[in-house]
């Protein structure tokens, strides 16, 4: 998606209450939503969800962009928060539903929640630049982008990553320990 599509003036526009900019902003923001949500979840029938929500939110909050240059950093931040916010299980069944060839008492919930794990407890096990740097990839970021950002190198930035994804890995693996041994 070339930068253009989300030129500063044109936010402003739509900030400013053009109706024709902001459809035109979310409607170029849409496929790249659709994309992220794809990637981080598979061709789920919850994208479709996840990016209108997206786009509510983005809607809604447009106004409070101060940087019309950052649309879509804002929009993918709109996005995170929608994917934390499915993982947490806010997108689940909302109804649970009985199985007449179950016995009276369980139905037919997808998961146990009891193996749940809350991802954001493993990213306090972080340093704060590995959080950021976690955090810039999950928007969408290169990892040559990043560098500059914190004017490292590259290869910094992919040691970090992989640190990160370890430090992460063996939190949440106590976490699960924890869980299952006081969930006895």
Request: glycine share 4%; aromatic share 8%; no cysteine.
């Amino acid at each position: 998606m070339p930068e253009s599509a989300f030129d500063p003036d044109r936010v402003r526009d739509a900030q400013n209450g053009d109706e024709q900019a902001r459809n035109g902003l979310l409607r170029r923001l849409e496929p790249i939503l659709r994309g992220y949500f794809i990637k981080r979840i598979g061709a789920e029938t919850d994208v479709d969800d996840l990016v209108q929500n997206t786009l509510v939110r983005i809607h809604e909050s447009l106004d409070d962009l101060e940087k019309p240059g950052s649309l879509k950093s804002f929009a993918m931040k709109a996005a995170l928060f929608e994917l934390q916010d499915y993982y947490r299980g806010r997108y689940d069944m909302k109804e649970h539903l009985r199985d007449p060839d179950l016995p009276l008492g369980q139905s037919t919930d997808p998961e146990d929640r009891s193996a749940q794990v809350d991802v954001e407890k493993a990213l306090d096990a972080l340093t704060p630049k590995a959080q950021r740097i976690m955090e810039l990839r999950e928007y969408g970021y290169l990892y040559r982008e990043i560098a500059q950002m914190l004017d490292t190198t590259e290869a910094a930035v992919k040691m970090q990553v992989k640190r990160a994804f370890e430090t992460m890995k063996d939190a949440l693996t106590a976490l699960l320990l924890l869980a299952w041994f006081f969930g006895l």
